[in-house]
């Protein structure tokens, strides 16, 4: 550095009040920030939960730019998105940014990694958060340098004065002790840049853990090797909710190279020096376990008879009364279906737990390490500063897979190992048949018409188990080994997020479309034999398949074009937008009909208040149905990286055609029975669409999460086609061969 004048770093907490009594405004080159005023609003994002600015932010003497986010990996691109945002609000090049896996030990507490709604939580707060660090670290400039800050320019980091003054974010951090400057209450007063000012942020870079990846190096929570570690295997029950009656633990303990054999109450495992030996003590522990049978699982044929016969809590979610009443002629009514889904992830769950003096250490790919340690805590019964989660990444699974149950079987065989780290893995049968699973629903719809057809009233009613029970989110744990316990904990039944934040069942049930009336109505079962939770889009899937069949069913009935039938009822602009966007690039108006091929279209606004997407289906019917052609058209306001907006949209759109066309959980009365790939059938890569992908640019409109806007309407662009090639109506999920043939007869 070099430069005259004092070293004005003043106490962290205080904010730049010269920097306040200028008043500053952008000025090209110079300071390019200004204050706006916040008082009495709450703060950007996350940033409002997590408010020291340290949390977020550290400079490293060798000029890297380390970041916290609470948001984690999950093969969604996020950590690349969000380092554009810092990259941009700090003037550095990206490759200076690095991105730090999640932490309880450290990291802002974010909750869970869900709901698309990354970019709006984490990149609005760290936005907020690198322009409020960046005006900071140039008033500490200008006084260091004895310049006005507005002749202040940064250059990758490197602040640059009159007469070539310097210094840099990471010589100002090093000389205050600790980084001190970021060490005070983040007031987001400092506006962040113009979308028109920003260099990255909308343009397309690569991912930053896309070459790992591609080139086999360790990087996932399966490739951690730590000093000493021991393998772990966990007994499973016949059924769900199955009691183990007795267990000789002989045969277990006396193969080679087992460590201990652990128990508590239902809960039993292994703890090996090699993953063969586990698999070997898990072998001889199954032989040796006598069990009690749980509760009867539904009778999987006749599940729609099943739903309607449970116990519901039924919640009013949207009443609209029309200004004139019309006098209704007829009612229009369908019954639409989707049976439970798995997550079907990549690779199975894996974790590893360590206990030690100070408490439980674990490594996990959970979605939301904070409330992962909330449940942990009530189970061990520690405060929750003794146990610490650490993110790596794995299979992504974009809901609530096995990652979470894992994590505790993991730690509670780690109590057994003698200070020892144990890694659980599970196997391929125990991921597809013991992770919760996506909730079967049901979607009653009925429209009342007028003497001309006219669409006059609308109901729409939801039935399932709710979509969540993720940890962390109330006083009794929901982890599946809690229930297992010698002193078990209770087995809470799957709710619903708050209607505010999209709800579950209910996610989509209100229609994007102006209807003169409507009535929608949820009712959650209240019994919960098969496990469900989070799952992609929750309720919004089949909502939007059951909402936009629907609609292309009344249009049939009216004779109508389908798309002019929703362009007919639908104001709202943006959602107009995209509907034209996709029917114009898939040539709708200028398609030819052949036979065994058809068309389809779907439209949705995801919760409501998220991204817009239409989607358009090209089909033939061959022996089964074979999705040629997607083209879709997306609004999601602001795009950080178009590549990922369109790696989403591809990724959700393909998901949605492999649950459309083929996936379903089987079970009968006692167990889960689809618990390998040729069991649980899901789209193969020969089998992949032609995926295209159109963005609408808005850059002056707030972020909306793209990862979950597609799957509704691709749901029913597809089954819409379906019946457009074949002229038959598949109201049940998955669309195959022999609902095909039941719905020709």
């Known amino acids: 550095m070099s430069g005259t004048g004092s070293d004005p770093l003043r106490h962290p907490d205080q904010v730049s009040s010269s920097a306040e009594a200028r008043g500053l405004t952008p000025s090209g080159p110079g300071l390019g920030y200004h204050i706006v005023e916040t008082a009495g609003t ?43 945002i810092v990259a941009d609000e700090l003037d550095v090049e990206l490759a200076r940014v690095r991105m730090l896996p999640a932490t309880t030990a450290g990291s802002p507490n974010e909750g869970v990694t869900s ?38 320019e940064v250059r990758d980091g490197e602040i640059v004065g009159p007469g070539n003054l310097r210094t840099s974010y990471w010589e100002l951090a090093e000389h205050e002790a600790g ?34 990846k591609v080139f086999g190096r360790p990087r996932f929570i399966h490739d951690l090797a730590l000093p000493g570690l021991l393998h772990g295997r966990v007994l499973r029950q016949p059924s769900p909710g199955a009691t183990l009656t007795s267990l000789d633990e002989a045969g277990a303990r006396a193969v080679p190279g087992m460590v201990a054999v652990a128990r508590d109450g239902s809960l039993a495992g292994v703890v090996a020096e090699t993953e063969a030996a586990a698999l070997a003590g898990l072998k001889a522990l199954a032989a040796a376990a006598t ?25 009013p ?3 609209r009364d029309a200004a004139t009443p019309a006098r209704t002629v ?31 250490r674990i490594w996990t790919h959970s979605q939301g390490v904070y409330n992962l340690r909330a449940d942990l805590a009530l189970i061990f019964a520690l405060p929750p500063e003794r146990i610490v989660v650490e993110h790596a990444e794995g299979a992504g699974c974009y809901g609530h897979n096995g990652a979470d149950d894992v994590a505790l079987e993991a730690a509670l065989l780690a109590r057994a190992a003698a200070g020892r780290p144990v890694r659980l893995q599970w196997s391929r049968e125990d991921e597809l048949a013991w992770s919760p699973m996506g909730a079967a629903q049901l979607v009653d719809l009925e429209a009342d018409l007028d003497e001309t057809g006219e669409i006059v009233a609308w109901r729409h009613d939801v039935w399932g188990n709710g979509h969540v029970s993720r940890p962390g989110r109330g006083k009794t744990p929901t982890l599946q080994a809690a229930w297992q316990l010698a002193k078990p904990f209770p087995r809470i039944v799957a709710g619903n997020p708050p209607l505010a934040g999209g709800g579950g069942s209910e996610r989509n049930a209100t229609p994007v479309y102006d209807f003169p009336a409507w009535r929608i109505a949820n009712h959650r079962i209240l019994t919960m034999p098969i496990r469900t939770s989070a799952l992609r889009t929750l309720g919004a899937f089949a909502n939007v398949f059951a909402i936009e069949s629907f609609m292309d069913e009344l249009a049939a009935e009216r004779g109508e074009d389908p798309l002019a039938f929703r362009l007919r009822h639908l104001k709202d602009t943006r959602a107009r937008a995209v509907l034209q966007a996709a029917a114009a690039r898939a040539g709708w108006g200028s398609w030819t009909k052949h ?17 817009y997407c239409a989607a358009l289906a090209e089909v033939e019917g061959e022996a089964d149905i074979r999705v040629r052609r997607l083209v879709l058209a997306v609004d999601v306001g602001e795009v950080v990286n178009p590549d990922g907006v369109a790696n989403q949209i591809e990724g959700g759109a393909v998901q949605a055609t492999s649950w459309v066309l ?80 039941a719905a020709i007869g």
């Open 42 to 84: 709450p703060l950007p994002g996350s940033l409002e939960t997590n408010r020291r600015l340290s949390q977020w932010l550290r400079f490293r003497p060798d000029g890297i730019v380390e970041v916290s986010s609470g948001k984690v990996e999950i093969g969604q691109g996020i950590l690349t998105a969000i380092a554009q």
């Open 595 to 611: 036979e065994g091929a058809g068309r389809g279209l779907g439209v949705a606004r995801y919760k409501g208040l998220g991204a």
């Open 662 to 741: 083929k996936e379903a959980v089987r079970f009968d009365r006692t167990r889960i029975v689809s618990d390998t790939w040729e069991t649980y059938p899901i789209l193969r890569f020969s089998e992949v669409p032609a995926v295209e992908v159109e963005i609408i640019p808005r850059p002056e409109e707030k972020a909306l999460g793209a990862g979950e806007a597609a799957h509704g309407p691709v749901a029913a662009a597809i089954a819409n086609a379906v019946f457009d090639a074949l002229g038959v109506r598949v109201r049940d999920l998955p669309i195959t061969r022999e609902r095909l043939i």
């Open 291 to 315: 069990w009690q049978p749980g509760e009867a699982l539904p009778d999987e044929a006749d599940l729609r008879a099943w739903i309607k016969s449970q116990p519901v809590e039924t919640t």
């Open 330 to 360: 007829r009612t229009f009514r369908r019954e639409y279906g989707r049976p439970f889904i798995a997550h079907a992830s990549m690779a199975p769950s894996c974790a590893i737990a360590l206990w030690s003096d100070a408490g439980v």
């Open 179 to 212: 980084g001190g400057l970021l060490d005070r209450e983040a007031t987001a007063k400092i506006a962040p840049k113009a979308p028109a000012a920003r260099r990255l942020a909308g343009a397309q870079v690569d991912r930053i853990d896309i070459p790992d």
């Open 317 to 319: 979610i949207s009443t």
């Open 115 to 152: 709901g698309s709604l990354s970019i709006q939580q984490s990149g609005a707060a760290l936005r907020y958060a690198c322009a409020e660090a960046r005006a900071i670290f140039l008033d500490a400039a200008a006084q260091r340098l004895g310049v006005d800050a507005q002749g202040l």
